[in-house]
């Protein structure tokens, strides 16, 4: 029977319904982690001992030149050995006189992956975990006054929620400012729930497409989780018209809520959004501009 070797054609995509869909806040069931390995080990043998050394295959080796071949080889290697001395007088070659050429790394600079990792160190203290009676999400603690920003669907109709810190510590919040339009919400924890991070203060963060940024929360109940990408495009419109930082940085439900952070390790946005053609991240998430948690903060008493 012959095989037919076209591939099916691509069905079209449905249409999008305008605005982002938001991260749904309640996890996915894990349904626990896969067991390991239990495939029982390979019996040891021991080696097999070596041959006694007159027992070894010999080496083979080149068959020998001829007399005027080895002549003209002995001609070659005296004229290399000349070169390589005439050279040594004349400046040519390498000579213990000359001094050696290293390379070096200039001091005071780190590399992106040492600067993502000590930005990480210091933005990962501020995020904690978010859970209501109906899901869980994320949250950031912001700086100078102790104050929790969030999503607005992460808390949508709860008045108090449950705050778990960095350090594994609960404590108890209340929703003290909510604005659905721009899915944003601060909670006003009854306790120290760890160090504030600080928020960019530039428009939009001061990002630019191509900038490295990472997010930090617990999808899918994982907390402390860390993924990074870059900026892929800044001002998108969302939901309501409201300006989105798009991002490639892998963001998944239980995500929502925790912080975008740059490699200065400021908070330039709240992951709030994600939009794929599967249940899954693809690489398009959106963020609530950190500019948008500022005005909110002021609307705190």
């Given at each position: 029977?012959?095989?037919?070797?076209?591939?099916?054609?691509?069905?079209?995509?449905?249409?999008?319904?305008?605005?982002?869909?938001?991260?749904?806040?309640?996890?996915?069931?894990?349904?626990?982690?896969?067991?390991?390995?239990?495939?029982?080990?390979?019996?040891?043998?021991?080696?097999?001992?070596?041959?006694?050394?007159?027992?070894?295959?010999?080496?083979?080796?080149?068959?020998?030149?001829?007399?005027?071949?080895?002549?003209?080889?002995?001609?070659?290697?005296?004229?290399?050995?000349?070169?390589?001395?005439?050279?040594?007088?004349?400046?040519?070659?390498?000579?213990?006189?000359?001094?050696?050429?290293?390379?070096?790394?200039?001091?005071?600079?780190?590399?992106?992956?040492?600067?993502?990792?000590?930005?990480?160190?210091?933005?990962?203290?501020?995020?904690?975990?978010?859970?209501?009676?109906?899901?869980?999400?994320?949250?950031?603690?912001?700086?100078?006054?102790?104050?929790?920003?969030?999503?607005?669907?992460?808390?949508?109709?709860?008045?108090?929620?449950?705050?778990?810190?960095?350090?594994?510590?609960?404590?108890?919040?209340?929703?003290?400012?909510?604005?659905?339009?721009?899915?944003?919400?601060?909670?006003?924890?009854?306790?120290?729930?760890?160090?504030?991070?600080?928020?960019?203060?530039?428009?939009?963060?001061?990002?630019?497409?191509?900038?490295?940024?990472?997010?930090?929360?617990?999808?899918?109940?994982?907390?402390?989780?860390?993924?990074?990408?870059?900026?892929?495009?800044?001002?998108?419109?969302?939901?309501?018209?409201?300006?989105?930082?798009?991002?490639?940085?892998?963001?998944?439900?239980g995500t929502s809520g925790g912080g975008l952070f740059d490699l200065r390790g400021r908070l330039v946005g709240i992951p709030t959004a994600i939009r794929a053609p599967i249940s899954g991240n693809v690489g398009i998430g959106f963020a609530v501009p950190a500019s948008r948690v500022t005005q909110l903060l002021e609307r705190v008493p």
């Open positions: 029977m012959p095989v037919n070797s076209q591939l099916p054609p691509i069905p079209p995509r449905p249409e999008q319904p305008g605005g982002l869909p938001p991260i749904p806040s309640r996890p996915a069931h894990l349904g626990g982690l896969p067991p390991l390995n239990t495939r029982e080990p390979r019996a040891w043998s021991a080696p097999r001992p070596r041959p006694a050394p007159s027992a070894r295959r010999p080496r083979r080796g080149l068959p020998p030149l001829p007399g005027k071949g080895a002549a003209v080889v002995a001609a070659v290697l005296a004229a290399g050995v000349v070169g390589g001395v005439a050279g040594a007088q004349f400046g040519g070659g390498d000579s213990p006189s000359s001094p050696a050429t290293t390379a070096t790394t200039p001091t005071g600079i780190s590399s992106p992956a040492g600067q993502l990792a000590s930005a990480v160190a210091a933005a990962a203290p501020s995020v904690v975990q978010v859970r209501t009676s109906t899901g869980q999400g994320s949250g950031v603690v912001v700086a100078d006054r102790g104050l929790i920003v969030t999503n607005h669907h992460v808390v949508a109709d709860s008045e108090r929620v449950a705050v778990i810190t960095a350090d594994d510590r609960q404590v108890s919040a209340v929703v003290v400012q909510d604005d659905p339009e721009q899915d944003l919400a601060i909670l006003q924890p009854s306790g120290p729930t760890g160090p504030g991070a600080l928020i960019a203060g530039e428009a939009n963060g001061g990002l630019r497409v191509g900038d490295q940024v990472f997010a930090i929360g617990s999808p899918f109940g994982l907390q402390n989780t860390v993924t990074s990408g870059i900026v892929s495009y800044v001002d998108r419109p969302g939901e309501g018209g409201v300006p989105m930082i798009q991002t490639d940085a892998p963001i998944n439900p």
